[in-house]
C-alpha cells in the first residue's frame, strides 16, 4: 500500500492545536539549543587559550613580609640563591603580581613616537589614537623571561646591569605589539613612549595578558628589567612538569630558613595548571550549565514527540488495524508515523532556524556575543529532526506490530 500526504495531512488538520504546540516546543528548543551550543563551542576556545609560557614547568610562590625596614633587594636576592640551589630548579625569578592569567592587570599607554604619545595626551586616550597601545608590563628579576619562557624571535635578553627596580631604560616587547606599534619596520633599537622611556632591545613570541579581552589586544605585552621592591613578594620557578609539586614544597621550606619573619601562606603556594584553572573556574562552570541545560532540553523535546506519538497510537488503533486488514504493511504503518513526525519536526525547525537567528541578534545587543554561524542553523535542524525520528521510532513500532484481528476488535 503506498501511503500519500493527503491522509497525513487530513489528521494533522485535525489535531492542529496538539501538532502545533508540539512544532513550537521543537522550534524553540532548535533556536535555545543552537545558541546554547554556540556559546558552549566559545566558552571552550576561551578555555584552550594559549598562553605563550610552560605553563607545565611553572610555579608561583607569594610571601609576606611581616617586618618594616627589610632590605628588599638584598633579602631577593638571598631567597632567589636560595631558591636556585634546590634541586629540579631550572631558574628562578622574583616577579610582578601580574603574569598572564593570573587575573588583574598592569597596563600602561605605549606610543611608537613622541608626535603620537602628544596627541594621545591631547585627546586624554590612548584608544583609537594611530601609534598608541596599552600593552601589559610583566616586571622581573635577573633571569625573567628564562623563568617565564618567554620565546626571543628577535634582538637580545636583559643584561645584568638592566635591571633597576627603581625604574628600566629597556624594554622586549611581543611580537603582536611589535606589530601594532611599528607595522613596517622592525621595533629592535626603537624607543617606546610610555611614561617613562625605554628602548626595545628584543621581541618575543606572543604571550597573554593577565586578563583576556579580544583577540586583537589579548598579546600585547611588555617585559622591563624591574625587580619588585616590596616586603612582599612573588617567586616565579621552573622545573620539570614532574617536579613542581616537590619543588614548590622545598621552595616553601627554603624561604621560612632564609630572612626574617614572614607568612609564606598554602594558598600562595601554586603551580600554573592551578593558577589556569582558577582563572577559567567561571567559564569551565559556564560550560557545565549550559551543556546540562542543552541536554535537558533535548531530552525533553524527545519526550514530548515521543510522549505525543504514542498517544496518537493508542487513539488510531482501529485506524490501524484498518489499514493493516486492507493490505497495509508493517513497513507501511511505520513510515506513516515517521512522515507525520517529519512533517511536524520538519515546520518546527524551520520557524526555530528563524527564532535561532532572532534569539542571536538579541544576545548580542545585549551580551555582546559574536553573530551565530550559519551553519550552526542546519546543522541544529538535522540534530532536531533526527532527535524526532528516533524519538517516534518506538511508538512507531508498536502500531506496526499491531495485528489486524485484535485493531478491528477494538472498534
Known amino acids: 500500500m503506498n501511503l500519500h500526504l493527503r491522509p497525513i495531512l487530513s489528521s494533522l488538520r485535525h489535531h492542529r492545536l496538539t501538532a502545533g504546540l508540539l512544532a513550537l516546543q521543537v522550534a524553540l528548543t532548535c533556536a535555545i539549543v543552537a545558541n546554547a551550543v554556540f556559546m558552549i563551542a566559545g566558552r571552550i576556545e576561551h578555555v584552550r ?20 625596614g627589610t632590605n628588599v633587594q638584598a633579602q631577593q636576592q638571598t631567597d632567589l640563591a636560595a631558591l636556585r640551589a634546590i634541586p629540579g630548579v631550572v631558574s628562578a625569578a622574583a616577579v610582578g603580581w601580574v603574569l598572564p592569567l593570573s587575573g588583574g592587570e598592569s597596563s600602561s ?9 602628544d596627541r594621545a595626551m591631547a585627546v586624554h586616550s590612548m584608544d583609537n589614537t594611530a601609534g598608541c597601545e596599552q600593552p601589559t608590563y610583566y616586571k ?25 627596580p627603581d625604574g628600566a631604560s629597556t624594554a622586549i616587547i611581543t611580537r ?60 616565579l620557578l621552573r622545573s620539570a612538569a614532574q617536579d613542581r609539586e616537590r619543588v614548590l614544597h622545598a621552595a616553601a621550606d627554603a624561604l621560612a630558613k632564609t630572612g626574617p619573619l614572614r607568612l609564606i601562606p598554602q594558598d600562595g603556594q601554586e603551580t600554573y595548571a592551578q593558577i589556569r584553572h582558577k582563572y577559567f573556574q567561571r567559564d569551565t562552570t559556564m560550560i557545565g550549565l549550559l551543556l546540562a ?36 504493511t508493517r513497513g507501511d504503518i511505520l513510515r506513516y508515523f515517521q512522515i507525520e513526525n517529519s512533517l511536524i519536526v520538519g515546520a518546527g525547525v524551520v520557524l526555530g532556524m528563524l527564532l535561532a537567528f532572532a534569539l542571536n541578534q538579541w544576545l548580542m545587543g545585549h ?41 478491528t476488535r477494538s472498534a
Open 140 to 164: 622581573g628579576s635577573r633571569d625573567f623571561m628564562k623563568t617565564l619562557g618567554a620565546r626571543l624571535i628577535a634582538g637580545r635578553d636583559f643584561h645584568d646591569d638592566e635591571y633597576k
Open 176 to 235: 603582536s605589539l611589535a606589530q601594532r606599534l611599528w607595522p613596517d619596520a622592525s621595533a629592535i633599537g626603537k624607543t617606546l613612549y610610555a611614561g617613562d622611556t625605554r628602548i626595545v632591545v628584543g621581541v618575543i613570541d606572543d604571550i597573554a595578558r593577565p586578563m583576556l579581552r579580544n583577540e586583537a589586544v589579548d598579546h600585547l605585552v611588555a617585559l622591563v628589567p624591574e625587580p619588585p621592591n616590596q616586603n612582599s613578594t612573588s617567586y
Open 293 to 328: 541545560a542543552t541536554l535537558g532540553l533535548l531530552f525533553v523535546t524527545a519526550l514530548g514527540i515521543g510522549g505525543l506519538a504514542n498517544f496518537w497510537v493508542q487513539q488510531r488503533t482501529r485506524q490501524i488495524g484498518i489499514r493493516r486488514a486492507i493490505g497495509a
Open 49 to 68: 587559550t594559549q598562553t605563550g609560557i610552560p605553563e607545565d614547568e611553572l610555579s608561583m610562590l607569594h610571601v609576606q613580609g611581616l617586618q618594616a
Open 367 to 407: 551580551y555582546e556575543l559574536q553573530r551565530l554561524p550559519w551553519y550552526y542553523l542546519p546543522i541544529g535542524a538535522c540534530v532536531l529532526w533526527l532527535l524526532g525520528q528516533l524519538s517516534v521510532l518506538w511508538p512507531a513500532r508498536r502500531a506496526a506490530d499491531v495485528p489486524p484481528a485484535i485493531a
Open 109 to 117: 599607554g605605549s606610543c611608537a613616537s613622541q608626535e603620537a604619545r
